[in-house]
């Protein structure tokens, strides 16, 4: 699907939420639609390696979501459908080229430190001034501190100076890891 194509897709999801949250079709109608349309904006993000940003897998759950009160007025629901596409659409708009997409192809099975990478390529892909980048070395400074607390056992990794590394020094644990393997 190109990238043209997606992004209508997307704009039709959003529509189709907010027609149905405001008064629109019935759910029953269109459910179908909307989940098959779903499947398809899935498979087009996934080969792009973009997270789906709806959290809703069928218009049922998103009756749920507005009918609990937790989006009493029709305006509170527009706005939440707005905050879940606006972001995701720009990014395809943009372009579907990540930044960093060919590195760490694979989960590394430590959920923290994946988590952390698949946050901190996030804020990468969007990083426009000095201090999202900021951001985005703290975000990489805590995914080293995880992975040395995934990797480091006191009783196999001596340090070289014989100092006990405390939970957030990932240089010392690091280096005591890389020096016993």
Known sequence: MTDEALIEQLEAQRSLMVAVATGGPRIQDVNDEYRERRSRIQQALNERRLEDSNPYHDLWRWYGKWSSGDL???NS??????????DLINRVRSGSLQVGSDLFDQPTGWSRVDRGVEKFR?????????????GVGLLCREVLISLAQAVYVPEL??????????????????????RVN
Not at 77 to 86: I, K, P, S, T
């Open 77 to 86: 629901r527009r706005l939440h459908v707005a905050e879940l596409y606006d």
């Open 72 to 74: 009493p007025t029709y």
């Open 157 to 178: 990794h001596p340090t070289s100076d014989g100092v006990e590394p405390s939970e957030t020094d990932a240089k010392r644990m690091l280096e005591a890891y890389w």
């Open 122 to 134: 996030r804020v990468l892909e969007t990083a426009t001034s000095e201090e999202d980048f900021q």
